[in-house]
């Protein structure tokens, strides 16, 4: 064997080695970090009132900056350091050229205390800290505390700096942190001026990280600068790592399609064409590019987030007059959002946004999110054909009016039931419900119409006055039957008759939605059947029926059985071969009375007149008393009791 090979064992030749290389790379988030008041983005109102402080000398011994992450509150805090202690000042803007401001830069001033309130948030480290500013300071003028996330402190750790925080040595500043304000106790805000960081616009991290960039030597596009931006969310030190991860994915020039395939994210024209497909009903479409979305690896909740916010931004479109405050959207997909909302009416977006809303917000919890985002689209496009209330009312007022529909909303009675045998009966009936429904409101109003004419005096004699109904008859006999002429198709029984033992379980429900007690105490009846006017009620038991021969419970019992079966009873309980059920005879005789005097009341007789009809049901139960005077108080415009 030759020395050759075996000498390499050992490692290559010392000529073939190559330099290390060492790794000094500083993140864009630290390299650009800014270091006088000037280069601060989007908090213009903070600053101002930071440097107003220390022109007029009114600086506050403890500050607290709060707001979302990266923006800039640990940064304020260490430029207001800098220019508390500036060779040249104080002043309103550090020169960052003396000892003490590159002192600060670099991290390495002794009279700047830079408190972790996550890592050291005990009473000993609070402790330690106000041993520490008992002394004065070092090589600055002054001593500055800077606490980040001071919410993470303790409750005795908080104690401990209070007495401090409200009169601290003249030569100390404290300057705190929060991204959570809720959390630090009123004890220590009171004692500190606080400044609220608010999310940087749109406008502003854009140029910001164009300019990084173009310092950088990479070029990039609006598409991914957009992109950038729309994931930061007012951050300005989330748009710089990803702003840092796309430089170093793509190299010297950045576009969209990269930026989107490195961090994941889909554009806003793949959102805008599954909105335009779900308004156009187009399902197919719609699920199509949800199964591309799903196939990049998007994460669904992200995509939720990102359709609901799109067609947020539809309805804002359509309703505002200057949406443009209410979107923080590049021009582009601003013009998109507004030619979309222009094209389709209020409702259908309003409709579609809550459909989403609703069914989005419970897919993002599901554990097969995808299925349940397809169910909310085939919702979606399924709301479309719904036909809305005001246009069904609108063809049923032309409908009593006479007037023809057209021949497209016309259907042949025969196709509808061939085609849906079990639809037709419930739409049947809606139909006949809503043309009741309008129908009784004509009559009030004409009866209305007539009433106020026989009240008002006429100045002139009429030609044709009217004539006045009949007195009454007299109240013990027996009411007269109101007949007049009806129309032949109606049935000649009208209101139709319910048979007291056929109907005997339906009654006892219809009790039952009033008084449930008394419902109980009937179903244990053998039987019930009519006998000359009356009601019989059978028990085996007199015990089961005891409760009746009260007469404050009777009455309600016989007006249930007066309006359920729209007879004159009295109702009378039998015990075979026992008694002690037996029941006052006139217990309905004034509900009888009262129900004659409701069927011979003059305007009641003016209305069957005026409309060629008869009375129907007559209630005389305080639970129908009760809506009635509601929504007469509600026309009127009165406070319900």
Excluded at 250 to 263: S, Y
Excluded at 429 to 453: C, F, G, L, M
């Amino acid at each position: 064997m030759s020395a050759g090979p075996w000498l390499n064992i050992f490692g290559p030749e010392p000529q073939t080695l190559k330099p290390s290389i060492t790794l000094s790379y500083l993140v864009l988030a630290r390299k650009s970090r800014p270091q006088v008041f000037a280069e601060v983005v989007g908090q213009q109102a903070v600053v101002r009132t930071l440097q107003n402080g220390l022109r007029q000398g009114r600086i506050p011994h403890a500050l607290i900056f709060s707001g979302v992450r990266g923006t800039g509150k640990t940064t304020l805090a260490r430029i207001m350091a800098k220019a508390l202690n500036c060779e040249q000042g104080p002043a309103a803007e550090p020169c960052d050229r003396c000892q003490s401001c590159l002192s600060i830069k670099a991290g390495n001033s002794v009279d700047l205390h830079e408190v972790d309130g996550a890592s050291n948030r005990g009473i000993q480290e609070i402790r330690e800290l106000k041993e520490n500013i008992r002394f004065m300071p070092t090589s600055a003028r002054y001593k500055i505390i800077i606490i980040d996330e001071v919410h993470m402190l303790t409750t005795e750790a908080f104690n401990a700096l209070l007495k401090t925080l409200e009169e601290p040595p003249e030569h100390v500043y404290f300057m705190f942190a929060t991204t959570e304000l809720h959390k630090v106790p009123v004890t220590i805000l009171s004692r500190c001026q606080r400044y609220e960081l608010k999310r940087v616009a749109r406008e502003e991290l854009s140029a910001h990280f164009a300019s990084l960039a173009k310092n950088e030597g990479v070029t990039i596009d609006s598409t991914a600068l957009n992109l950038i931006v729309r994931e930061a969310g007012g951050s300005v030190r989330d748009g710089l790592s990803l702003l840092d991860q796309a430089f170093s994915y793509c190299g010297e020039r950045v576009t969209g399609d990269e930026v989107a395939e490195v961090l994941g994210l889909v554009s806003h024209q793949v959102i805008a064409e599954i909105a335009d497909a779900l308004l156009a009903g187009d399902l197919a479409g719609a699920l199509a590019r949800l199964d591309d979305v799903y196939s990049y690896g998007m994460d669904l909740k992200r995509f939720i987030n990102e359709l609901l916010a799109w067609f947020r931004g539809l309805v804002v479109c359509s309703v505002s007059k200057h949406p443009e405050a209410l979107l923080d959207l590049p021009a582009q997909e601003f013009d998109l959002l507004q030619e979309t909302a222009a094209s389709h009416s209020r409702e259908h977006l309003y409709l579609l946004f809550h459909l989403l809303l609703e069914g989005l917000e419970k897919a993002s919890f599901s554990n097969s999110p995808r299925f349940a985002v397809e169910m909310v689209f085939i919702k979606a496009v399924q709301a479309g054909d719904v036909v809305p209330v005001t246009t069904l009312l609108s063809r049923l007022d032309d409908v009593l009016a006479g007037v023809d529909l057209p021949k497209t909303t016309r259907q042949q009675p025969h196709t509808v039931q061939s085609e849906s045998p079990r639809v037709m009966p419930e739409e049947k009936r809606n139909r006949e419900q809503a043309s009741r429904h309008s129908a009784e409101e004509k009559k009030t109003e004409k009866i209305t119409s007539v009433a106020r004419v026989q009240e008002e005096p006429s100045t002139s004699q009429p030609v044709n006055p009217p004539v006045p109904p009949e007195p009454p008859p007299d109240i013990d006999q027996p009411a007269p039957k109101i007949s007049s002429q009806v129309n032949d198709a109606e049935p000649a029984d009208f209101p139709p008759k319910k048979d007291i033992r056929k109907d005997w379980p339906e009654f006892i429900e219809y009790v039952r939605d009033r008084v449930q007690w008394m419902a109980a105490t009937l179903s244990l009846a053998s039987s019930a059947h009519l006998a000359d006017g009356q009601l019989i009620i059978t028990y085996n038991d007199p015990m089961e029926c005891q409760i009746f021969t009260n007469r404050e419970k009777l009455i309600p019992l016989t007006e249930f059985a007066m309006d359920f079966f729209q007879e004159n009873l009295q109702v009378q309980f039998k015990v075979p071969n026992a008694s002690g059920c037996e029941t006052d005879p006139d217990s309905g005789a004034s509900l009888q009375k009262e129900r004659r005097a409701l069927a011979q009341d003059p305007l009641v007789l003016t209305a069957c007149d005026v409309f060629n009809g008869q009375v129907g049901d007559i209630r005389v139960g305080p639970r129908f008393r009760k809506p009635l005077e509601k929504e007469l108080n509600t026309k009127k415009g009165l406070p319900e009791e």
